[in-house]
């Protein structure tokens, strides 16, 4: 089985700072690890990722405010949001991807209050 725990969610005033963490069990090493969001209303969709060389990508509207970085051995992976508004209030999930399949946490509740 393959579980994917979230930490570090909360609340935050605009311009305020929160850092997400993710740990994954599994029997095997991800090829990638990603964070996505899903706002009230709207579709999941991906912050940032991160492959196995260690390669971060990133949405436009986060790109210069956060920051991801993984450890596919250790299956860890961060994502530092800096400089939070309040459009980026959402369910934060982490997610993994193997060969084809992707596996996601249970989510994390991301709050920034203008």
């Known amino acids: 089985q393959v579980h994917l725990v979230e930490s570090g969610g909360g609340l935050v005033q605009a311009g305020g700072s929160l850092r997400l963490s993710c740990a994954a069990r599994?029997?095997?090493?991800?090829?990638?690890m990603a964070w996505y969001r899903q706002a009230p209303g709207k579709s999941r969709e991906l912050v940032a990722a991160v492959n196995s060389d260690g390669f971060p990508t990133y949405v436009d509207a986060v790109k210069g405010r956060f920051s991801i970085s993984g450890d596919n051995a250790k299956k860890t992976v961060t994502l530092e949001m800096n400089n939070l508004q309040p459009e980026d209030t959402a369910v934060y999930y982490c997610?993994?991807?193997?060969?084809?399949?992707?596996?996601w946490g249970q989510g994390t509740q991301v709050t920034v209050s203008s």
């Open positions: 997610n993994g991807f193997y060969l084809g399949a992707n596996f």
């Open positions: 599994s029997q095997f090493v991800f090829n990638a």
